[in-house]
């Protein structure tokens, strides 16, 4: 008869228990966490429900009630009468300008990234110096420079002026230097290399279709930038008609007595609730861009986190 043995207690493996958290502590996070999201929400939400609203229901009535779906429209075409519907254009230069911004700063700080990290080149290390000195560069110590420059090729007034300067992305570039060199393995490159791949294949045929989440971290990142940008237009543009919609939305605030009492009374009837309807125009693709591209923007802010 064969006897059981029992197991040593040296050989027994010991289960280290979790480290639990501290109820109290666990309820302090949560009620910051609750905090900052009650304060950041509820501004929001003011905005959104002001616009419902006509001026006398907002010194009247509970700052978040509900006015009525009309009242969005009415506000909508109150705007339209401040000169003659240019708010319709200046909706439509941000949406073009953004969409070109937003293509050849994607493009291009990819295309520099990879040159950086997986190109055959002299002065590899150089360019990526010069990247990082471009990021910490304040964008108001380039004003000047930036201006005689679209002056000499006589770009002053035109929408390219601020295409093309905001397309100058040296955070993208960075950003995806280190996504090629840390999410695709060099030996990759080089049996690609030894097939005969140059290196516009190399990007073309095997870096570029591995880097969508990187594409999609490189356009929100370039969209949120641009979308509010007031600064660089305000300083390249002069025509109302190539105004971008915050320009356009501060030239606006600046001639109606709802923000500015100093210039009297006007025939626009523009006051609290179409000011509120404009900040709506303002936030509201910003928030959209984020909830549509939130997945792949986790994504790519994670690749490269973990190295195998």
């Known amino acids: 008869m064969s006897t059981a043995v029992a197991p040593s207690p040296k050989n027994e493996t010991k289960v280290k228990p979790l480290r639990q958290e ?59 009468f401040f000169d003659n519907g240019v708010i319709g254009r200046w909706v439509l230069n941000s949406v073009l300008f953004n969409a070109a911004i937003v293509i050849i700063a994607t493009i291009t700080a990819s295309l520099a990234g990879f040159v950086i990290s997986a190109a055959k080149i002299r002065f590899k290390r150089t360019f990526l110096i010069s990247t990082l000195i471009m990021m910490l560069i304040p964008p108001v110590a380039l004003v000047i420079p930036l201006f005689v420059m679209m002056d000499k090729v006589k770009l002053v007034d035109n929408p390219w002026s601020v295409i093309l300067i905001s397309s100058l992305y040296p955070f993208g570039a960075f950003l995806s230097y280190i996504y090629y060199s840390t999410t695709i393995p060099p030996e990759l490159y080089e049996s690609a290399r030894l097939d005969g791949c140059s290196d516009w294949q190399l990007y073309s045929r095997i870096a570029l279709p591995l880097s969508g989440a990187l594409l999609g971290l490189l356009a929100f990142f370039a969209f949120i930038g641009n979308w509010a940008n007031y600064f660089m237009p305000y300083v390249m543009l002069y025509s109302g008609e190539n105004y971008t919609l915050p320009l356009g939305l501060g030239f606006l605030f600046y001639s109606t007595p709802a923000i500015n009492p100093g210039i009297g009374a006007t025939s626009v009837p523009i006051y609290k609730p179409e000011i509120a309807l404009a900040g709506i125009l303002i936030a509201l693709p910003i928030m959209i861009m984020f909830l549509v591209s939130q997945k792949r923007l986790i994504r790519g802010m994670l690749a490269g986190s973990i190295k195998e």
Do not use: C
């Not at 304060?39 to 939400?45: D, E, F, Q, R």
């Open 22 to 80: 501290s109820r109290v502590g666990m309820f302090f996070v949560n009620a910051w966490l609750i905090f900052f999201a009650v304060i950041s929400i509820v501004p929001m939400l003011w905005l959104v429900l002001a616009a419902s609203k006509t001026d006398p229901e907002l010194s009247s009535r509970n700052p978040l009630a509900f006015g009525s779906l009309k009242g969005y429209w009415n506000a909508w075409q109150n705007l339209q």
